[in-house]
């Protein structure tokens, strides 16, 4: 069990190590597209700004040549700074779906008369939103690069004994292992270490009478155990050959 949870960690981690570099040069290449809107934005607004104006007033005001590129820039930093700030909290809430306003039949019908452009100014929180969302999938990644590096240390760090042990003993069980039963089982292990590395195991179902493992996850550690053989349950609640 220890070898079979050394190999999974091991792989895992070397995953992450390899998955590291590419999210970080996407994220870079994130950045600079989110950068190119930002000035593509400011590009067309700016002349729509100087064509009205031109149009209305025959003003023909012309502004420095790299005041487009330094405005771009700070539309940029102004983005990054707002996720620096608070992240993507928020971006998943559409009060205008709820309660009384705009209904989808009336989208429905206003999408088909003039198209999906309506749907963003009917919609704008939701708009906003949703641009916010992908202007922010850079520095997502940027994180998530990180986040890797962090997990595939975590995983190096992690104590095989103390896990496999509580593995073992709850692969063994047909069913849960209480609560109350945990300080009498595994009193002796350090109880961080082991829930750290149980921690990283999708199958380990906490329930409000103790702790299980899913049905995936029993067969495999009875595979990596005994290669499928059928077990028995000593009195120890350790696995039995």
Not at 188 to 205: K, N, S, Y
């Amino acid at each position: 069990m220890v070898q079979w949870l050394a190999g999974r960690f091991r792989r895992e981690a070397n995953l992450c190590v390899v998955l590291t570099p590419v999210a970080f040069f996407a994220g870079l290449l994130g950045l600079l597209f989110t950068w190119w809107f930002c000035f593509v934005a400011v590009f067309l607004g700016s002349h729509a700004v100087t064509g009205l104006a031109r149009l209305l007033f025959d003003a023909r005001w012309k502004g420095s040549p790299g005041w487009e590129y330094a405005l771009a820039t700070a539309f940029f930093l102004g983005l990054m700074g707002e996720y620096l700030r608070r992240g993507t909290d928020g971006l998943d809430e559409f009060p205008e779906f709820g309660g009384e306003g705009p209904s989808w039949e009336n989208a429905a019908r206003l999408y088909v008369v003039t198209g999906s452009p309506a749907l963003l100014l009917m919609f704008p929180s939701a708009s906003a939103h949703m641009i916010l969302d992908i202007l922010f999938i850079a520095p997502r990644l940027l994180r998530g690069a990180w986040c890797l590096l962090r997990h595939s240390g975590e995983l190096r760090t992690i104590p095989l004994e103390p896990v496999a042990e509580v593995l073992s003993v709850l692969a063994s069980l047909p069913g849960k292992l209480a609560w109350d039963r945990f300080p009498q089982q595994f009193g002796h292990l350090p109880v961080d270490e082991v829930w750290r590395g149980l921690r990283m195991f999708q199958g380990v179902v906490h329930l409000d009478g103790g702790l299980t493992l899913s049905a995936d996850l029993r067969a495999e550690l009875r595979t990596a155990w005994g290669d499928g053989g059928e077990w028995e349950t000593g009195v120890d609640g350790q696995f039995n050959d």
